[in-house]
C-alpha cells in the first residue's frame, strides 16, 4: 500500500478506510512496519499521522532485491 | 531561471515557446491557454479550476504541474480522494511519468484527508514536502472535498487560511472545485463565496450542440492582468488538454441554452435560398 502509494499521509483510521478494512485490522501491520522504520510517525494538530520514508523505503529494497541475487547466484553454483 | 529552465526543459518542449517568456509569469505550458492569460498565471496567485465531472480539472492541474516541472519548477498534486497509485496511472496514459519526476525530487502525490489539511497546530502537513522540494506550483484536489469537514459558514475561512498559508510560501496553487452549478441558467461557480477569494478563475464547462457534447474553457476573472474574455472550445487528447477555437458563432453558452447568433443564422438561410436557387 505505502510502496504503491509513497505519498500518503493519513491518520491510521484513514488508511484503514482507503484500503476497506478496519482499523482493528491493520494497526499490527501498521506498528511492523513502524518498528522497522518503514513508516514514520508525526503529530498534525490533535492527530497522530503515519507516512513512507521514502529513503528506508528505498534501502529495504534494495536490500531485498540483493539478497535475492545472492541466493540466485549461489543456487546456479 | 532561464538557465534551469533550458538544462530541465525536455526535447522540444522549448520550441513551444519560442523567444524571450514574459517575465513574471507562471506558464501553464498550454500555448494557447497561456495566449488567453496574456502569458500566464501572475506569480504566486490563487487560481480556482472550476467545473463539473469529467470536464478534465484533474487533466488540466496535472498538466499545469507536469508543464512546470519541464520548465525546471517543481510541483506537488494534493489529492483528498485518490490514491497516488491511481494518478500515476491516469498520467501515465498522457505520457507523463510522474514516478521518474518523483524520484528526481521533482514532483509529489500526496493523499491525505482533507482534515488534516485543516489543522493549525506547529507543524503543517505539507511543512515538510515543501521543505524538501521547494515547489513553485501547487494543486489542491479539491477545495470541494473541504466542506465536508467545515460547516458552511467557516468554509471561506478556512480556504482562506489554505490559500494564504501557500501564498505566504510563494507557491501559485491551482484549487480545484467540483462546481455543478455551471451548467443551466443560474450561473454561479461556488455558493460559498469563495470566488472572492481567488485572484483568478478558470472554468470548465461541458456544452450541448447540435446534439453532441462539446467543452468549453473560459476565464471569468484574473487579478491585475488583462485576459481573453472568449469562450473556447477544448478537447482532452491522448497528449493532455488541447485548447481549439472560440465558440464564435454561438451565444448563451454560459447560460446552458446555445444558439448560433443571429448573423450566422441569417448566413444559412441565405446559403439554403441560394442553393434552392441554383437547383431551381
Request: glycine share 8%.
Amino acid at each position: 500500500m505505502f510502496h504503491r502509494n509513497p505519498g500518503l499521509i493519513d491518520t491510521v483510521d484513514g488508511v484503514a478506510r482507503r484500503v476497506g478494512r478496519t482499523t482493528i485490522a491493520v494497526i499490527s501491520d501498521v506498528r511492523e512496519l513502524l518498528q522497522l522504520g518503514v513508516l514514520k510517525q508525526k503529530r498534525i494538530g490533535n492527530s497522530e499521522v503515519v507516512f513512507l520514508d521514502r529513503s528506508k523505503d528505498r534501502e529495504l529494497l534494495e536490500s531485498v532485491a540483493n539478497h535475492l541475487k545472492t541466493v540466485r547466484i549461489g543456487g546456479e553454483k | 531561471m532561464t538557465a534551469s529552465r533550458s538544462k530541465t526543459g525536455a526535447s522540444g518542449f522549448d520550441q513551444l515557446f519560442p523567444g524571450k517568456p514574459e517575465e513574471g509569469r507562471v506558464k501553464t505550458g498550454i500555448v494557447e491557454l497561456d495566449e488567453m492569460l496574456k502569458g500566464g498565471f501572475m506569480p504566486g496567485d490563487a487560481v480556482m479550476l472550476a467545473g463539473s465531472a469529467g470536464t478534465g480539472k484533474t487533466t488540466l492541474a496535472l498538466q499545469y504541474l507536469v508543464n512546470g516541472v519541464k520548465l525546471g519548477e517543481p510541483g506537488i498534486y494534493v489529492t483528498f480522494e485518490e490514491l497516488p497509485d491511481q494518478i500515476y496511472r491516469d498520467a501515465k496514459n498522457f505520457g507523463w511519468d510522474l514516478r521518474k519526476m518523483e524520484e528526481q525530487d521533482k514532483f509529489r502525490v500526496i493523499c491525505t484527508s482533507p482534515s488534516l489539511m485543516l489543522e493549525s497546530g506547529s507543524d503543517s502537513l505539507l511543512d515538510d514536502v515543501l521543505r524538501d522540494i521547494q515547489p513553485r506550483r501547487l494543486v489542491v484536489d479539491s477545495l470541494s472535498h473541504l466542506e465536508m469537514f467545515v460547516k458552511k459558514d467557516d468554509m471561506r475561512m478556512e480556504a482562506y487560511r489554505v490559500i494564504r498559508y501557500l501564498k505566504t510560501r510563494g507557491v501559485s496553487s491551482v484549487l480545484l472545485w467540483e462546481s455543478p452549478q455551471i451548467s443551466g441558467g443560474s450561473f454561479s461557480v461556488t455558493d460559498v463565496g469563495l470566488s472572492f477569494l481567488v485572484d483568478c478563475i478558470v472554468a470548465l464547462k461541458p456544452v450541448e450542440i447540435e446534439s453532441s457534447m462539446r467543452k468549453a474553457l473560459v476565464i471569468l476573472k484574473m487579478r491585475g492582468s488583462d485576459h481573453d474574455k472568449r469562450l473556447r472550445e477544448f478537447e482532452i487528447t491522448s497528449n493532455g488538454i488541447k485548447i481549439e477555437s472560440a465558440f464564435t458563432n454561438y451565444e448563451g453558452i454560459i447560460s446552458g441554452s446555445p444558439r448560433k447568433v443571429a448573423s450566422e443564422k441569417f448566413m444559412e438561410m441565405f446559403r439554403g435560398a441560394s442553393e434552392k436557387q441554383k437547383k431551381a
